[in-house]
């Protein structure tokens, strides 16, 4: 019988959280045959409710769950971890500014990247969730300087599955026939979805949609900004997408992408495409055996070397502004 795996959840209380936990105890996370411990990092006001998500989850008998703790001490929640869901954040309040932002969250991401280099398991694997997603994987990176750099990442998956379905719905294929979509840059506003190597079953995309202004004008704000979308429609920032794109990050990471395609991950960058060394910005990979690799070699047009620089810029400033504040 295989061991089970440490998966470490932040800001289990939350939303996302919700929506998370229960497909990594059901399998969905590392595979229908990989046993799991959870471990649910809270902030004290939230440890109650974490307790009652545990219950509901004992409560499904998942025959994968091997144990579930529950935690406010970073060094207790990441020790032997294998897996870190970093979902727990400072949201943005009405008047901060960004430094305030930046500074609010360094107090919660560095902590947990010197935890997690103290005290996770050798092979530890991070996704950082919580907003600025980018700039928080960043800081917890350069706090665990005995982590490979390369075991950080940010999501950006959730921006990748959307762009696949704007697509797919364009082009009238359906959401399995794209392949090799894109999201480069910052998990903000600023990013580009690009659609010039895509195919669209078998064929390139942007030829079959030829229409830069659709592009412009409609698909690339429609996937930057759908989720303030989302929240205007439902009253709540996307939560069940947004599992659903942690539990796709993960799960491609660990198990690969498929033959002749590939995804969107937030990875520190080896300066590939013109992309600053070290800044943890969007790119094409391929996975395999647990390990992803930049996809090489791609042609960027005018069109695509604006809108990536543009988003790069502003992984720039983010960077340049926790430096200043001692974070990184
Ligand atoms: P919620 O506010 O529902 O939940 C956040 C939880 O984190 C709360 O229970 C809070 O108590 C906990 N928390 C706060 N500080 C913590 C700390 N230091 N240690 C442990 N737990 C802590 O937010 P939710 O909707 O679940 O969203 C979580 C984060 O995901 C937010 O930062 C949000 O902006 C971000 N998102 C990122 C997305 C992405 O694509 N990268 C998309 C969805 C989402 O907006």
Redesign the pocket.
């Known amino acids: 019988t295989r061991t089970p795996v440490n998966v470490t959840v932040?800001?289990?209380?939350?939303?996302?959280?919700?929506a998370l936990l229960f497909r990594i105890a059901s399998g969905q996370l590392l595979g229908a045959d990989v046993p799991v411990k959870l471990r649910l990092?809270?902030?004290p006001?939230?440890l109650k409710?974490?307790e009652g998500t545990a219950m509901e989850l004992d409560d499904c008998a998942f025959p994968l769950l091997r144990g579930i703790d529950i935690t406010?001490d970073?060094n207790v929640a990441f020790a032997g971890a294998n897996v870190a869901l970093l979902?727990?954040?400072?949201?943005r309040t009405k008047g901060m500014e960004r430094g305030d932002l930046l500074e609010a969250n360094g107090?919660?991401f560095k902590?947990?990247g010197k935890a997690i280099n103290d005290h996770a398991a050798d092979d530890i694997k991070v996704l950082?969730?919580?907003?600025p997603?980018n700039t928080n994987a960043l800081i917890a990176q350069a706090a665990a300087p005995d982590v490979p750099a390369e075991r950080f990442t940010?999501?950006?998956?959730?921006?990748h599955n959307r762009a696949i379905s704007q697509l797919a719905k364009k082009t009238g294929a359906s959401v399995s026939d794209i392949k090799r979509l894109t999201i480069w840059g910052n998990?903000s506003a600023t990013q580009y979805p690009d659609i010039f190597h895509a195919e669209v079953a078998g064929k390139n995309a942007a030829e079959i949609v030829n229409d830069e202004a659709w592009l412009a004008d409609s698909f690339i704000p429609t996937v930057a900004k759908r989720?303030a979308a989302i929240i205007e429609a439902r009253g709540?920032?996307?939560?069940a997408?947004?599992a659903n794109?942690a539990i796709d990050h993960v799960h491609t990471w660990v198990n690969g992408t498929a033959e002749g395609d590939w995804t969107s991950m937030g990875i520190p960058s080896d300066g590939s495409y013109g992309v600053p060394e070290g800044l943890i910005s969007s790119f094409p990979v391929t996975c395999k055996d647990g390990e992803y690799e930049i996809v090489q070699g791609l042609e960027i047009n005018e069109f695509s070397r604006g809108r990536i620089d543009a988003s790069v810029q502003e992984l720039v400033e983010e960077r340049d502004a926790v430096r200043g504040l001692g974070l990184i």
């Open positions: 932040t800001g289990a209380a939350g939303q996302i959280g919700y990092l809270e902030i006001q939230g409710a974490a406010d970073p979902v727990g954040a400072r949201p107090g919660i902590p947990q950082v969730v919580g907003n997603a940010a999501m950006t998956r959730l921006d998990h989720g709540a920032s996307s939560a997408s947004a794109a």
